[in-house]
T-cell receptor
């Protein structure tokens, strides 16, 4: 079974600075998808970024980028120019590309605080 | 386009009762998945449906069940509620199960079991 580990329960960053959230995963599959979801205090889970394992290029979405290291099974999220609205729980998630299942396996999450 | 909607948003029940939660996916989406979120266990997959068929089920007791209707709306039912069932129940929808799709989450139903 696949597992996702987020080793940082809490992180804090100063507004306008850069922060990196860590995620490692364990799988025997070669094809899969990785995601970062954001859950603000309002509780609506929002997709931040996704990465296909077969793509070597790291995904980017505006101020959000990932460092995907397939061999190391590492998938970190970098947030540049942090804003107060970035404060939230961030979840790393894994989805197999086999079998057509939409099942997401989530890490425990990292609570990000942005200080003004 | 309206997002994923879940009703009710909040619910209080007592032990032994049963509860039904509803999820309406984004228009055109045919895949619906359910997750339980608790402080202790985090986010755990319950089940997923596509075209009225359950495709996958998580490791939950048989008290947890679900179904999907022809309009893709989904319900989950929890019978004989236990205190440990108190959680935020999240529903997510996507267009298909091709693996290329993004899942969109609803706001959740907060269930409190007393």
């Amino acid at each position: 079974a696949q597992t996702v580990t987020q080793s940082q329960p809490e992180m804090s960053v100063q507004e306008a600075e850069t922060v990196t959230l860590s995620c490692t995963y364990d799988t025997s599959e070669s094809d899969y998808y990785l995601f970062w979801y954001k859950q603000p205090p309002s509780r609506q889970m929002i997709l931040v970024i996704r990465q296909e394992a077969y793509k070597q290029q790291n995904a980017t979405e505006n101020r959000f980028s990932v460092n995907f290291q397939k061999a190391a099974k590492s998938f970190s999220l970098k947030i540049s120019d942090s804003q107060l609205g970035d404060a939230a729980m961030y979840f790393c998630a894994y989805r197999s590309a086999e079998g057509g299942s939409e099942k997401l396996v989530f890490g425990k999450g990292t609570k990000l605080t942005v200080n003004p | 386009k309206a997002g994923v909607t879940q009703t009710p948003r909040y619910l209080i029940k007592t032990r032994g009762q049963q509860v039904t939660l509803s999820c309406s996916p984004i228009s055109g989406h045919r895949s619906v998945s359910w997750y339980q979120q608790t402080p202790g266990q985090g986010l755990q997959f319950l089940f997923e449906y596509f075209s009225e068929t359950q495709r996958n089920k998580g490791n939950f007791p048989g008290r947890f069940s679900g179904r999907q209707f022809s309009n893709s709306r989904s319900e989950m039912n929890v019978s004989t509620l236990e205190l440990g069932d108190s959680a935020l129940y999240l529903c997510a929808s996507s267009f298909s199960t091709s693996g290329q799709e993004t899942q969109y989450f609803g706001p959740g139903t907060r269930l409190l079991v007393l």
